[in-house]
């Protein structure tokens, strides 16, 4: 559980659950130009995945999520690295997205596997570098 200046948030599986807040905050996250189809195929193929976590991001004191990260978790990668994840999109409200929330969803996640090598895909590989180099930077010893 993090604490983010005054305010506790936490990350939450729910990839069967919460079905409408997942596709709400998943949309911020599709080209202009899908159509409602292709992003249900998308969603679907996620939640058929097993490699695949969807989290929700809520306020400790509140029922309200304001946050989503699909994840794609692979285990026994190669010898040296027993477990990659893959973060494959990443949303917040507009409302909060000035807050640093994101990198505070990936500082949860590393917290939920601190063994993992954790990247981007190709859509989100410069925002994860970016907060992979924040975590580092905030972690040295």
Do not use: C
Request: aromatic content about 10%; glycine content about 4%.
């Amino acid at each position: 559980l993090q604490n983010y200046g005054k305010r506790h948030y936490m990350l939450i599986r729910s990839k069967n659950k919460n079905e409408k807040i997942v596709w709400g905050l998943l949309s911020y996250t599709f080209d202009d130009s899908m159509t409602s189809a292709e992003q249900h195929e998308v969603i679907e193929s996620i939640k058929e995945n097993p490699n695949y976590e969807i989290f929700l991001y809520k306020g400790e004191d509140s029922d309200n999520y304001i946050g989503v990260l699909v994840v794609e978790i692979n285990k026994n990668v190669s010898e040296e690295i027993e477990m990659a994840i893959s973060i494959h999109r990443a949303a917040l409200l507009p409302s909060y997205r000035t807050e640093g929330l994101g990198y505070q969803m990936y500082v949860e996640l590393r917290d939920l596997y601190p063994e993992a090598s954790i990247q981007g895909s190709i859509l989100m590989s410069e925002i994860v570098k970016n907060w992979s180099i924040r975590y580092r930077e905030e972690n040295q010893e």
